[in-house]
């Protein structure tokens, strides 16, 4: 029984302590039928290891036509020094992301109207003191199905990311730059309604990377305004 019970036991500690809790809390204002904006905080930790990034997110998208947006995005964050919070410039990192979201069955005005189908596409350049600058393209579609006269809705998402300067090889003649697959996500859970333009998502996801699996639990605050 210890011989069944030990590997048991150590595969739990090890999974708890690579699993990530993702925080999040986001504000939107709705500027016309054409524009809206939205800035928020999020806050990411590794369980049992502590503090991973904090950051602050700033957006804006347009409505070209009935289901497509063009999308803009800037995050700073601030990333972990061993246990610590750091002020420094090496632990500061930017984001910023170009993109479109087309929601899918209202573009072409297809399929039940409480289901939503959504693909989004960003450009993401990542810009951290002392490393290479990250050009990333990420794909991401999206479900959800708003049943009638209940307030969970359940979500799921899947997401691919390509770098396209993955893989830099110097040569005394030239620098060799190639692309490659650097992460999955995959993301599904329910997202509750609250009064006053209110809600909260709740999601148990999975991150794909070279480095390994790491198990996610993200909770997310957003309000409408």
Excluded: C
């Excluded at 959504?118 to 990420?138: A, E, Y």
């Excluded at 697959?181 to 709740?202: D, N």
């Amino acid at each position: 029984m210890k011989k069944i019970l030990l590997p048991i036991l150590l595969w739990s500690s090890i999974s708890f302590g690579q699993t990530g809790l993702w925080m999040d809390i986001s504000f939107a204002k709705k500027w016309n039928k054409n524009q809206s904006s939205g800035i928020g905080i999020g806050n990411r930790q590794n369980l049992g290891l502590g503090f991973d990034r904090i950051f602050l997110d700033a957006g804006h998208q347009v409505r070209v036509i009935d289901g497509l947006q063009i999308t803009a995005a800037y995050r700073l964050a601030l990333n972990e020094k061993g246990d610590q919070l750091v002020l420094a410039g090496d632990r500061l990192s930017q984001r910023i992301q170009l993109g479109f979201k087309l929601s899918i069955l209202d573009a072409f005005d297809i399929g039940p109207k409480r289901l939503s189908l959504s693909w989004s596409s960003s450009q993401q350049w990542g810009i951290q003191v002392g490393k290479q600058t990250s050009s990333v393209w990420r794909n991401k579609m999206s479900l959800s199905y708003d049943v009638k006269d209940f307030p969970l809705t359940p979500i799921m998402s899947v997401e691919h990311f390509y770098q396209w300067n993955a893989n830099i090889v110097y040569t005394p003649t030239e620098v060799l730059v190639s692309g490659a697959t650097v992460q999955w996500r995959y993301f599904a859970g329910m997202e509750i309604e609250l009064p006053k333009k209110q809600s909260v998502k709740i999601q148990a996801g999975l991150r794909q990377r070279a480095s390994g699996n790491q198990p996610l639990l993200r909770l997310s605050y957003s309000k409408s305004f």
